[in-house]
């Protein structure tokens, strides 16, 4: 997607004054050293765990809901999933454990990183920062090799998720468990694969690359798949004020699939 069409699509969207400016400041912000980011939004209000940052706030950048740690640039999902790997939820059933990271972020990738002994590779079909190119929908690896894989907000870009789903149940060791996130909206997932104009795709799907939103019934697809589902929400493991402190979204949700 070139910034072309990321401009017509916002100037459609209605919000090309919001996106321009956000975008304007996000630019020069992260541009600055980080050590000059941490000074700059220093304070009591808000935490960081991911970066150990005490904050004054988090900035929202390019969509209001969007609540960036401005020295890590962690999201909120991010804040949630550094957060429940913390409390030791990490299947650390053996000594080298294969990791696969799908479209890599930067926290989550330091995260696994620091795993002693962990054997990790990150994939990606577009991101030259991942270590390996890779189709979700033709994995390039044996069957049953990884016992960890990690896949966020990737599958709403994906035309056939359901062929993605069924090869991260290919690759994933019998005692393996396969982590998602995507955005939900609803009940029912909806999507047209006729609907190719990003305009069109921001509006009925939330984003200019998305083909489909989720619902509540994203649990049902993936269980359709082999899986069994365990749904993981902030407040399972964190307190209000942990909540409100790191900005995470309550509506976030992290789905643990193991094969059934
Ligand atoms: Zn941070």
């Given at each position: 997607m070139n910034n072309f069409t990321r401009l017509i699509t916002a100037y459609h969207s209605g919000y090309l004054p919001y996106r321009l400016f956000s975008y304007l400041k996000a630019k020069i912000l992260f541009t600055l050293p980080g050590t000059w980011r941490a000074r700059l939004y220093s304070g009591d209000e808000y935490y960081c765990p991911v970066c150990d940052s005490h904050l004054s706030n988090f900035p929202p950048f390019f969509r209001p809901y969007h609540r960036w740690?401005?020295?890590?640039?962690?999201l909120a999902r991010h804040r949630f999933v550094w957060t429940f790997f913390q409390?030791?939820?990490?299947?650390?059933?053996?000594?080298?454990l294969r990791i696969l990271h799908i479209a890599p972020e930067d926290a989550i990738r330091n995260l696994f990183l620091s795993i002693p002994g962990a054997d990790y590779i990150s994939g990606d079909l577009y991101n030259k920062n991942a270590m390996v190119k890779m189709d979700v929908c033709a994995i390039n690896y044996p069957e049953n090799c990884f016992d960890l894989i990690f896949c966020s907000h990737v599958l709403e870009h994906v035309d056939d998720d359901r062929q993605a789903l069924q090869e991260f149940h290919r690759v994933l060791s019998p005692e393996g468990q396969l982590m998602l996130m995507v955005p939900i909206i609803g009940e029912i997932t909806i999507q047209d694969p006729?609907?190719?104009n990003p305009a069109e795709r921001e509006r009925l799907?939330?984003?200019?690359?998305?083909?489909r939103v989720y619902g509540n019934d994203f649990v049902d697809i993936v269980a359709g798949e082999g899986f069994e589902v365990e749904t993981i929400r902030p407040n399972d493991f964190a307190t209000d004020e942990d909540v409100r402190r790191q900005q995470l979204d309550v509506q976030d949700r992290l789905f643990v699939c193991k094969k059934s």
């Open positions: 740690c401005p020295v890590c640039k962690s409390q030791a939820k990490l299947p650390i059933h053996r000594k080298n006729s609907v190719t799907f939330g984003q200019l690359d998305h083909v």
